[in-house]
């Protein structure tokens, strides 16, 4: 049982490019969620799911983009990524928004 | 929108020493939970509390939700270096949808 996977575990980007960040959970979680962790920010909400084909906004959604076509994966996508969106990323998965959340490992994000 | 705090920022303790934190939301709250993430980690749920006024023990950890269920607070007694890491706080958003993380309490224990 892997829980919740992300890959990659770090990235180097130069400015303007794009990527994608995968997600994936073996838990049969209708719930996930993309946060980002800068320092003395806490966890920031960026998009989240509540099952497959739903996607909507969290607190800083400005520059990624989600989709969810299947229970098991939610990518994150950086479309031309920007210095400010360094940072981790977690991605995390629930039965519910309300439920514990289980996180993966993160992704280290460098923009040049 | 609401906001969920937390107080201190950080907090360095001498091994044996008590540490506490605590968090303080804008809006009355259903539930709370709290995560822990060691350095270079993820956050990992250590308890969820429901009842105004619960108070939940974890071995050394205590933890307890307010009577107007808008403030909580994690005591560690006796702190051990396997306690470092950063503490969060997490209430629910207004919609009861998604949970919104206090910016954490990083804790460090000298030896």
């Known amino acids: 049982n892997a829980g919740v996977t992300q890959t990659p575990k770090f990235q180097v980007l130069k400015t303007g490019q794009s990527m994608t960040l995968q997600c994936a959970q073996d838990m049969n979680h209708e719930y996930m969620s993309w946060y980002r962790q800068d320092p003395g920010m806490g966890l920031r909400l960026i998009h989240y799911?509540?099952?497959?084909?739903?996607?909507d906004q969290g607190e800083v959604p400005n520059g990624y983009n989600v989709s969810r076509s299947t229970t098991e994966d939610f990518p994150l996508r950086l479309l031309s990524a920007a210095p400010s969106q360094t940072s981790v990323y977690f991605c995390a998965s629930s039965y519910s928004g309300r439920n514990i959340q289980y996180f993966g490992a993160g992704t280290r994000l460098s923009v040049l | 929108g609401q906001q969920v705090m937390q107080i201190p920022q950080y907090q360095h303790v001498q091994e044996g020493e008590d540490f506490t934190t605590y968090c303080n939301s804008s809006?009355?709250?259903?539930?709370i939970q709290w995560y822990k993430q060691r350095p270079g980690g993820h956050p990992v749920f250590l308890i969820q509390?429901?009842?105004?006024?619960e108070v939940k023990k974890q071995k050394r950890l205590t933890f307890q939700f307010g009577e107007a269920k808008k403030n909580s607070s994690l005591h560690i007694t006796a702190t051990q270096t396997t306690d470092v890491g950063t503490y969060f706080c997490a209430g629910p958003d207004n919609y009861g949808q998604n949970f919104v993380f206090g910016p954490g309490t990083r804790l460090s224990v000298l030896p």
């Open positions: 809006t009355t709250l259903s539930n």
């Open positions: 509390l429901v009842k105004s006024g």
């Open positions: 799911s509540v099952g497959a084909g739903i996607t």
